[in-house]
């Protein structure tokens, strides 16, 4: 009876991961592409950007919005954002299966999307903390807080799934 139900638990929180992590590349993109055009509108005008207190990085892209701390939360949530989404697909076809070796893949996938997804929530903790942020910034904070808390209960609905997957294969002899 519990397979039933984290089944049906893990599928509709892939679904809702899957809009979700949309939403953070729509997001992640339009705010690097917005850094991009203001860089080259930066270079044009001559203003040097290390003089405004900018650190003078390998990445030399100017986000007029946010922090010191933008930089390092766009790039990582929208890197969370592709590998998370990409890991909501295979999930679906993964748990729609249902069987312990699908199970184990999808389980797999869905921990190293939460890991980078906890590593982008702790950027937005820190860009949060130090403040000054645009309100589409705040969006994508948001976003990234609660994909968070979604995609672990995501993957303890899949790691359900493959206890009770392992303990019916022990129960039959390991056959599936």
């Not at 592409?33 to 100017?62: D, Q, V, W």
């Not at 890991?115 to 990234?144: H, Q, Y």
């Amino acid at each position: 009876m519990a397979s039933g139900a984290s089944k049906s638990a893990a599928f509709m929180l892939l679904i809702l991961n899957m809009g979700l992590y949309f939403l953070m590349i729509v997001i992640g993109s339009w705010a690097i592409n917005h850094g991009i055009e203001r860089s080259r509108e930066t270079a044009a005008t001559g203003i040097n950007i290390c003089r405004l207190n900018f650190p003078c990085m390998k990445i030399y892209i100017y986000f007029p919005m946010g922090n010191l701390a933008t930089r390092f939360f766009i790039i990582l949530s929208l890197l969370a954002g592709v590998v998370g989404f990409t890991c909501s697909i295979t999930g679906l076809n993964n748990v729609f299966l249902w069987n312990a070796p699908n199970l184990h893949a999808a389980y797999a996938s869905a921990l190293a999307s939460l890991s980078l997804t906890l590593l982008a929530l702790g950027f937005a903790c820190k860009e949060i903390n130090i403040g000054w942020t645009d309100s589409a910034l705040r969006t994508l904070e948001v976003v990234t807080i609660i994909v968070s808390g979604t995609q672990l209960l995501c993957t303890v609905a899949i790691h359900v799934g493959v206890e009770d997957a392992v303990a019916r294969q022990k129960n039959l002899g390991g056959r599936y």
